[in-house]
């Protein structure tokens, strides 16, 4: 994966983006000059209960959100509209309807500080068309995205669940029926002994 240099990015003031194309090679593009990128910060999450007796409410931290961007594109010169055709109109669009979410590989100074390097469009871009200015503001809504941490499961340890599971599990209702029925006994015994 390359990195840019930041102060090469900042100097340009746009936003470089790798992605895949239908084949699975690498593509790279960039936003035309002039973009304007706004990240907001990541949310903290909290929860809220309520405290014991009249003890009010308390708050719990549960974790840290994901972060997103507004990237705003101008496109003033026809080698804006070009560049832009070619590249982020080409690929940072919505995916088929059923199919997941692209994520894209982004380098910029801002998404570098707050450490995000992959984002996924949450929204379809807008664009508006300026008749005084013969210029068209093209608007990105992106989200930071993290890919899932893995799921520890316990269905191996269970019974039933190895290689022998039947039998396992066999054994276990065995040996259950056995408790039961010992268990039974004593109290059988027990009560004969209080009736006395």
């Known amino acids: 994966m390359k990195f840019w240099n930041p102060e090469e990015l900042a100097a340009m003031d746009v936003v470089k983006f790798e992605t895949t194309d239908a084949k699975g090679r ?3 593009f960039e936003t035309p000059p002039g973009a304007k990128l706004v990240c907001k910060p990541r949310p903290m999450n909290w929860q809220e209960q309520n405290g014991l007796g009249l003890s009010g409410a308390i708050t719990r931290f549960v974790g840290i959100g994901l972060a997103t961007a507004t990237l705003t594109l101008s496109l ?3 080698e804006h509209r070009t560049q ?5 109109g080409k690929y940072l669009v919505s995916p088929p ?3 997941p979410a692209k994520v894209f590989s982004a380098y910029h100074p801002r998404l570098a500080r707050l450490k995000i390097s992959q984002v ?3 929204s379809e871009p807008a664009g508006e068309w300026n008749e005084g200015q013969q210029t068209e503001t093209v ?3 992106l989200g930071e995205w993290r890919k899932p941490l893995p799921m520890l499961s316990s269905a191996p340890t269970t019974a039933g669940a190895g290689k022998d599971g039947t039998k396992a599990k066999s054994a276990t209702t065995e040996a259950l029926k056995k408790r039961v029925t010992e268990n039974s006994a004593q109290i059988d015994a027990l009560g004969k002994e209080l009736a006395k």
């Open 97 to 99: 309807q059923g199919q």
């Open 120 to 122: 996924r469009l949450l």
């Open 139 to 141: 608007v990105y809504e």
């Open 26 to 28: 690498k593509i790279g």
């Open 76 to 78: 003033v010169t026809a």
């Open 84 to 88: 832009f055709d070619a590249g982020c």
